[in-house]
């Protein structure tokens, strides 16, 4: 088997984890997840949701999301931040692409590889990611 084979078949296997963490987000509007793997280990995961002691409610009244909701790669990357594990040269699997400010959090964090299961209408977070030398592979629902 080739490496490339090896490594699709690893990005479509930690993706399906991606979707399956998604689940836990309290967000109705839209569920997302992410996994920050290193060395075939998943080193810190994450999903949109509030920030911990607020309630489980990410939409207003509107149904609009509530500013200060948290995106899962932001979830993610502060995770890891609070543990011992590194994020440099790692790779984030995330089911939706990220906004521009997530990709300013994965470029400062290290992280060489972004998968993503999802094209946002917003793709600048995309752009920016690419500007920055990082791999970004758009990996669609099977």
Same mark, same amino acid.
């Given at each position: 088997?080739?490496?490339?084979?090896? /490594?699709?078949?690893?990005?479509?296997?930690?993706?399906?984890?991606?979707?399956?963490?998604?689940?836990?987000?309290? %967000?109705?509007?839209?569920?997302?997840?992410?996994?920050?793997?290193?060395?075939?280990?998943?080193?810190?995961?994450?999903?949109?949701?509030?920030?911990?002691?607020?309630?489980?409610? %990410?939409?207003?009244?509107?149904?609009?999301?509530?500013?200060?909701?948290?995106?899962?790669?932001?979830?993610?990357?502060?995770?890891?931040?609070?543990?011992?594990?590194?994020?440099?040269?790692?790779?984030?699997?995330?089911?939706?692409?990220? %906004?521009?400010? %997530?990709?300013?959090?994965?470029? /400062?964090?290290?992280?060489?590889?972004?998968?993503?299961?999802?094209?946002?209408?917003?793709?600048?977070?995309?752009?920016?990611?690419?500007?920055?030398?990082?791999?970004?592979?758009?990996?669609?629902?099977?």
């Amino acid at each position: 088997m080739i490496i490339n084979d090896k /490594q699709n078949i690893l990005d479509k296997r930690y993706m399906r984890m991606a979707r399956i963490w998604s689940e836990n987000s309290y %967000c109705e509007r839209r569920k997302v997840g992410a996994l920050l793997v290193k060395n075939k280990m998943i080193i810190s995961d994450g999903y949109n949701g509030t920030p911990s002691g607020f309630e489980n409610n %990410c939409e207003d009244e509107n149904n609009m999301s509530k500013p200060y909701v948290l995106h899962a790669e932001a979830n993610a990357i502060t995770k890891v931040a609070r543990s011992h594990n590194s994020s440099d040269d790692a790779t984030m699997y995330v089911t939706a692409s990220p %906004c521009i400010e %997530c990709a300013k959090l994965i470029i /400062q964090s290290g992280i060489k590889r972004v998968v993503y299961g999802e094209k946002y209408r917003i793709m600048d977070g995309i752009e920016l990611l690419e500007k920055a030398g990082i791999e970004v592979i758009y990996l669609e629902n099977e």
